[in-house]
């Protein structure tokens, strides 16, 4: 009961040294071994933070996820176009290509910089076809038939609009929508549909899926 | 106390928190584990897209709860600065709960002893033991910087013409990686609160505001030695 009585810093003092004496401090080499490993742990709790806080965060409405087949994938051009055009994957490949360097921005809030996309300008795909004069607005649909958004021609013909099937160097992965993807840059993701199949040009606004649901039709970034 | 009323099933509890705590413990500690479920789906597109009358549920529900944890870390101003009883036992366990000493320390070596099969014996608790003040600690920190975090993320959610998308694209890593974080020591809270058999007890003094006076005296001596001295108890 004596130690009941005791001080907290007395008490205190007095476990240090019963400890010490009984011998029950860390040795050298069990403290060395609690070190590496809490080194070890640190370093991969670092290295997985990093791998998940930066990045891409995954948004699709297409469920079940698209499948693309490179056999059966068909890329179709039509609407109020002169010549409306049907490109196979080879032939989508094979159209004249860009490369591109832009930074990526959702609309929650999290961005990619710095994103390396290769694919067909829209300006070559529209010389292709010829929209036909009453054609104002261009409509971007997927595989799946569920998403789609607009652009206006206008919007549609600036240079740096693509249809990209290369990200960073390799085919799109399939979390962004292969084979092809809409881009652009000036605008947040969600007016780019992904497994983009169909490109159809309008004389009148085809409002986009979440658009549909109160978002913005022209979302344009501003820095 | 009217030690005269007291039967002596009563008195093999102690009071333990009093209820502007367990209040705040719960009201907080619920939307906290709230939003870190809705916050984790970020990383599940099939749940994100989850609609409910053309609004993405998980979305609107993080951000909703996110406000309602903004104002609930607001409203604990209230009690806290309460010129009242209440008040004054909420100010003591949050003093309590961020003052460190040698004790901590040698509790913490005991873990680590213990860790590695080595014989220890702990230090004698206060009313809080070294790592239910770093669950404290971290809690409020965590809590702090999420809210912040969060708060620039909640706005950019309603309007996007009051951030600058670099700033909120800057802040969007520092909301997840603190989130990350945050889920293993609420794992091991919830984990030696609802179901490790030593320290389940103190689940009763979250719920009802006491505990048995017998595990108190096992785990934190200190403590009820304090407690029964101002009762005039002492042995």
Known sequence: ?223 | MDRGLTTSAAQDFIERFESPSRRIHWTLGILYVLLLLSGVTNFWPEAKALQFADVRVFAWLHVVLGWAFVAGLAAVLGPLLAPTPAGHALRADLGELTRAGLDDYLWLQHLALRAMRAPSTPPRAGKFNAGQKLNALASLTLSLGLAASGAVLGVNYMTKSVFGVGFVESVFPWHTALGLIAIPPLVAHLYLALLHPGTRESLRGMLLGRVRRDWAREHHPAWVDAVERAEGRED
Request: charged content about 25%.
């Open chain 1, 1 to 223: 009961m004596d130690e009941r009585t005791s001080s907290t810093a007395r008490r205190a003092g007095g476990e240090r040294g019963a400890a010490a004496a009984a011998g029950r401090v860390l040795s050298r080499g069990r403290f060395l071994a609690l070190l590496a490993g809490s080194a070890v742990a640190g370093w991969a709790a670092v290295k997985a933070l990093g791998s998940l806080t930066g990045g891409w965060r995954i948004n699709t409405v297409e469920q079940p996820r698209p499948q693309f087949d490179a056999n059966a994938y068909r890329l179709t051009i039509d609407g109020l176009v002169e010549q409306p055009l049907t490109l196979s994957y080879g032939e989508l490949l094979a159209l004249p290509a860009v490369r591109q360097v832009s930074d990526f921005h959702c609309v929650e809030g999290w961005g990619v910089d710095d994103v390396q996309w290769d694919g067909v300008s829209l300006q070559t795909i529209t010389d292709l076809v010829r929209p036909s004069p009453e054609a104002g607005f261009v409509t971007f649909h997927s595989l799946g038939e569920i998403y789609r958004d607009s652009l206006t021609l206008e919007q549609a013909l600036l240079p740096d609009v693509l249809v990209a099937y290369r990200m960073d160097g390799a085919e799109l992965p399939s979390d962004h929508g292969p084979p092809a993807r809409l881009i652009m840059p000036r605008m947040y993701g969600y007016k780019g549909p992904k497994w983009l199949t169909r490109i159809e040009f309008r004389d009148r606004r085809d409002i986009g899926y979440w658009e549909e649901r109160g978002w913005r039709v022209d979302a344009w970034i501003e820095a």
